[in-house]
Structure formats: C-alpha cells, structure tokens
Nanobody, 123 residues
Framework: QVQLVESGGGLVQAGGSLRLSCAAS????????AGWFRQAPEKEREFVAA????????YYADSVKGRFTISRDNAKNTVYLQMNSLKPEDTAVYYC????????????????WGQGTQVTVSS
C-alpha cells in the first residue's frame, strides 16, 4: 500500500496551465504504475492519463491528448500531470491512483487513491 497526496490544483483562466503533483509515501513507489482521473460535478469519474513504473509507457484520454503530459520522478516518489491549454470543461476534482498490477485506463484497476485536488478553469 502507498499513501497518495495530490497538490497543485487551483483556479486558472482558460488557456492557462497548471501542474499537479502526486506524492507517494512508502517504499518502492517505483514498483507502482500510476494514473490520473478526474470527476466533474454530477459526472462519473473518468480517465485522464496513466504511466508505467519506469515512465516508458503512457496513455492519455483523447480529450487531453496533446495538452496534458504525465511524468514521474521515482527518486522523489512523485507523479506529475502538466496541464496546458486548459479549457472550462477540464474543471473537475483530479485524483491520483496507483497499482502494482498493470497500466490501466479504467478506475477499477487501481487500488490506491489520493484525496483529490480541485481544478477550476474559468472562461
């Protein structure tokens, strides 16, 4: 098990950028694949991006491809989500997740979750 803590959310104007961080506690975070999900009010949680243990494999939702970049620094036990060209429809609570199994694009594949960080994009 790892404890995950997200940070970096906030209020930004459309077209702006934010970088989210997900700090993991515990040893061997490098043995975990990680993902970012988001949930807007009255909507289901949806996949945003995922990254493998070494960072060699990444997946993105079509809605964020070309605008968001997932990366990780295992020496710092941290996964990042760089979000550029933000749109109002990106407004949501963003969650970090981790698993020692595969690299998944669905939430049920992950068994460790952070508490979420709010991202609000104004038009």
């Amino acid at each position: 098990q790892v404890q995950l803590v997200e940070s970096g959310g906030g209020l930004v104007q459309a077209g702006g950028s934010l970088r989210l961080s997900c700090a993991a506690s515990g040893r061997s975070f490098g043995s975990y694949n990680a993902g970012w999900f988001r949930q807007a009010p009255e909507k289901e949680r949806e996949f945003v991006a995922a990254i493998s243990r070494t960072g060699s494999i990444t997946y993105y939702a079509d809605s964020v491809k070309g605008r968001f970049t997932i990366s990780r620094d295992n020496a710092k036990n941290t996964v990042y989500l760089q979000m550029n060209s933000l749109k109002p429809e990106d407004t949501a609570v963003y969650y970090c997740a981790a698993t020692q199994r595969g690299v998944y694009i669905y939430s049920s594949g992950y068994d460790n979750w952070g508490q979420g960080t709010q991202v609000t994009v104004s038009s």
